[in-house]
């Protein structure tokens, strides 16, 4: 079974840092974009960082300069490394990778299950 499992989300303060990573896991052949989405209590998801399988990244605005997102191509896993929180990035995480697995032609889309990020003021 494929899947992807987040870890390290958490509660912080204002200023501090967190580092979230999302390994996948299973029958895979190859990983292609890897990112983080986030959702806020009461709004929208919405993309905050993505990396391509070179290595590639870009950043929402709100994001940029604080948030860093990397990938280890040979353990199948991504990092948000967040720094500078505020309490606007309260938030569920979600990770997502597009996925070449033996059940489907193409790559196909795949979801985490979220991880709690909690930033007080």
């Known amino acids: 079974q494929v899947q992807l499992v987040e870890s390290g989300g958490g509660l912080v303060q204002a200023g501090g840092s967190l580092r979230v990573s999302c390994a996948a896991s299973?029958?895979?052949?190859?990983?292609?974009?890897m990112a983080w989405y986030r959702q806020p209590p009461g709004k929208q998801r919405e993309l905050v960082a993505g990396?391509?399988?070179?290595?590639?990244?870009n950043y929402a605005d709100s994001v940029k300069d604080r948030f860093t997102i990397s990938r280890d191509n040979a353990q199948n896993t991504v990092y948000l490394q967040m720094d500078s929180l505020k309490p606007d990035d309260t938030a569920v995480y979600y990770c997502?990778?597009?996925?070449?697995?033996?059940?489907?032609?193409?790559?196909?889309?795949?979801w985490g299950q979220g991880t709690q990020v909690t930033v007080s003021s």
């Open positions: 997502y990778a597009e996925l070449k697995t033996p059940y489907y032609e193409h790559y196909v889309a795949y």
């Open positions: 990396i391509s399988s070179g290595g590639r990244s």
């Open positions: 299973g029958s895979i052949f190859s990983i292609g974009i």
